[in-house]
Nanobody, 121 residues
Framework: VQLQASGGGLVQAGGSLRLSCAAS???????MGWFRQAPGKEREFVAA????????YYADSVKGRFTISRDNAENTVYLQMNSLKPEDTAVYYC????????????????WGQGTQVTVSS
């Protein structure tokens, strides 16, 4: 499985971005997650979605502002980010794993290369 994240960029505070993660291979049975890493900080969980899309999970810091979704026909996962704040600035990574046990952890087996999101104040 290979993951390709895209959609990052520079946006003003209060703005929106949509990240995409395109997967090669059949990932429709995989749990998919988004993580981020800001300079000088550890990588942290942002959001995750079950294989069916029926269950979603969010970090408290993004709940109500970010929405994760997936299109299994297109092997793509999205992260809609609204009401962005300067503290959302980070490199965002998508990840995939067969096991729901990894959900909020950094133990996902497959990782994309990351896309930079910069939010200016």
């Amino acid at each position: 499985v290979q993951l390709q994240a895209s959609g990052g960029g520079l946006v003003q505070a209060g703005g929106s971005l949509r990240l995409s993660c395109a997967a090669s291979g059949r990932t429709f049975t995989y749990v998919m997650g988004w993580f981020r890493q800001a300079p000088g900080k550890e990588r942290e969980f942002v959001a995750a979605i079950s294989w069916s899309g029926g269950a979603t999970y969010y970090a408290d810091s993004v709940k109500g502002r970010f929405t994760i979704s997936r299109d299994n026909a297109e092997n793509t996962v999205y992260l809609q980010m609204n009401s962005l704040k300067p503290e959302d600035t980070a490199v965002y990574y998508c990840a995939a794993d067969v096991s729901m046990a990894v959900l909020r952890s950094n133990e996902y087996k497959y990782w994309g290369q990351g896309t930079q999101v910069t939010v200016s104040s």
